[in-house]
């Protein structure tokens, strides 16, 4: 049976965004693991780190979530791994989930657990947001993974990370009695179908609207195994202690409805506010008071996404146009030339040549 999580071990976890401010401030651990992976890999971590502006001085703790995804993707892609995201994940397994993590540990089952999760999910970073949804028909439960930040056209290897993170995770406090049953990316693939088969041996579907894992209604009752009932209160009242209940701000949550209906006929403002229990008037009102509005925000999603699709994926430019909701091709084209100076087409040859200029949001 796991001890009593120590003070020093919650300690090691204390938001560093009550001093920084900062939005997208993960609490945990998210980098455990990797500069042995990189050093296995014969890179250089500092060097690697430095790149995406993290010094050895920053410490483990208290990174963006912008940060993680940042060096995951760039030593991707200096260290010619592509399956980097889930490698790092085997040598994480279940060591990366902070104060949420103990509480998972000892729970009472796999059900309770998740439910924990899903309610905390601000105890691991406001810049996410984890949720699920019932599927009676199927008997299954889908664990969705939103990240609600903007700019970021490139996340496939830190969201193959999380995923299989928690698929592991969840194999290891039930003793393997739960496993993904199924997974869902929203990216293309960047590994090869066998490869991802290896690591979470089962059906895993590309080019979906969520991000998330299936698991079955009955892997809810699955027992956690060594849990303990003193460990789990101890370790829920620090987070009620360390981390107030709070909400990402309300473009984020706008962000990530966008996100899930972005190409279908739901993407609309009132379909948005219905989703987030608003009025399409209050929110407005509520975006405009945060600077930005639906429609903005429905734009930063299909630039990420178009810059994504364009550069990163050989799907046909009409395939593309569909998927970021646009009437027709040639309306794509001009916010294209509107957004990048550039048509589909050129950003497309750039990629291909490697000599394209650095975007926003895009890992140098």
Same mark, same amino acid.
């Given at each position: 049976?796991? !001890?009593?999580?120590?003070?020093?071990?919650?300690?090691?976890?204390?938001?560093?965004?009550?001093?920084?401010?900062?939005?997208?401030?993960?609490?945990?651990?998210?980098?455990?693991?990797?500069?042995?992976?990189?050093?296995?890999?014969? =890179?250089?971590?500092?060097?690697?780190?430095?790149?995406?502006?993290?010094?050895?001085?920053?410490?483990?703790?208290?990174?963006?979530?912008?940060?993680?995804?940042?060096?995951?993707?760039?030593?991707?892609?200096?260290?010619?791994?592509?399956?980097?995201?889930?490698?790092?994940?085997?040598?994480? =397994?279940?060591?990366?989930?902070?104060?949420? =993590?103990?509480?998972?540990?000892?729970?009472?089952?796999?059900?309770?657990?998740?439910?924990?999760?899903?309610?905390?999910?601000?105890?691991?970073?406001?810049?996410?947001?984890?949720?699920?949804?019932?599927?009676?028909?199927?008997?299954?439960?889908?664990?969705?993974?939103?990240?609600?930040?903007?700019?970021?056209?490139?996340?496939?290897?830190?969201?193959?990370?999380?995923?299989?993170?928690?698929?592991?995770?969840?194999?290891?406090?039930?003793?393997?009695?739960?496993?993904?049953?199924?997974?869902?990316?929203?990216?293309?693939?960047?590994?090869?179908? !066998?490869?991802?088969?290896?690591?979470?041996?089962?059906?895993?579907?590309?080019?979906?609207?969520?991000?998330?894992?299936?698991?079955?209604?009955?892997?809810?009752?699955?027992?956690?195994?060594?849990?303990?009932?003193?460990?789990?209160?101890?370790?829920?009242?620090?987070?009620?202690?360390?981390? !107030?209940?709070?909400?990402?701000?309300?473009?984020?949550?706008?962000?990530?409805?966008?996100?899930?209906?972005? =190409?279908?006929?739901?993407?609309?403002?009132?379909?948005?506010?219905?989703?987030?229990?608003?009025?399409?008037?209050?929110?407005?009102?509520?975006?405009?008071?945060?600077?930005?509005?639906?429609?903005?925000?429905?734009?930063?999603?299909?630039?990420?996404?178009?810059?994504?699709?364009?550069?990163?994926?050989?799907?046909?430019?009409?395939?593309?146009?569909?998927?970021?909701?646009?009437?027709?091709?040639?309306?794509?084209?001009?916010?294209?030339?509107?957004?990048?100076?550039?048509?589909?087409?050129?950003?497309?040859?750039?990629?291909?040549?490697?000599?394209?200029?650095?975007?926003?949001?895009?890992?140098?």
């Amino acid at each position: 049976m796991d !001890p009593t999580p120590s003070e020093t071990t919650l300690r090691d976890t204390t938001p560093r965004d009550t001093i920084t401010g900062a939005f997208d401030v993960v609490h945990a651990r998210v980098l455990h693991g990797f500069a042995d992976l990189v050093t296995a890999l014969r =890179g250089d971590c500092v060097a690697l780190l430095r790149q995406v502006g993290i010094t050895p001085e920053d410490g483990p703790d208290g990174l963006t979530y912008r940060q993680m995804i940042d060096v995951i993707e760039y030593a991707a892609q200096a260290l010619q791994c592509p399956d980097f995201g889930m490698r790092l994940a085997l040598r994480q =397994g279940g060591k990366v989930f902070g104060p949420l =993590g103990l509480v998972m540990r000892h729970s009472r089952n796999f059900g309770e657990a998740l439910d924990y999760v899903v309610n905390h999910t601000f105890a691991h970073s406001l810049a996410a947001r984890i949720w699920h949804r019932k599927f009676p028909a199927e008997k299954m439960i889908f664990s969705g993974h939103d990240i609600l930040l903007e700019g970021m056209p490139g996340k496939g290897q830190a969201m193959e990370q999380l995923m299989l993170t928690g698929h592991l995770t969840a194999m290891e406090i039930t003793g393997g009695a739960v496993r993904a049953r199924k997974v869902h990316f929203r990216h293309q693939p960047i590994s090869s179908r !066998p490869v991802y088969h290896r690591y979470f041996a089962c059906e895993v579907r590309f080019g979906q609207s969520e991000d998330g894992v299936f698991f079955s209604e009955q892997d809810m009752a699955c027992p956690v195994i060594g849990s303990d009932p003193d460990a789990r209160l101890h370790a829920a009242s620090f987070i009620e202690t360390a981390f !107030p209940v709070q909400r990402p701000p309300l473009h984020a949550l706008a962000r990530g409805m966008i996100l899930r209906f972005l =190409g279908t006929d739901e993407c609309t403002n009132e379909a948005i506010a219905a989703a987030l229990n608003l009025h399409p008037r209050t929110l407005h009102r509520r975006l405009a008071g945060e600077g930005t509005s639906f429609q903005r925000i429905k734009d930063e999603v299909r630039r990420d996404f178009m810059l994504y699709y364009i550069r990163q994926t050989d799907l046909d430019f009409c395939n593309i146009s569909e998927k970021l909701g646009f009437a027709e091709q040639s309306v794509m084209s001009r916010y294209s030339h509107r957004w990048f100076a550039s048509s589909p087409s050129t950003l497309r040859a750039q990629a291909a040549a490697g000599s394209a200029h650095r975007l926003p949001g895009q890992i140098p």
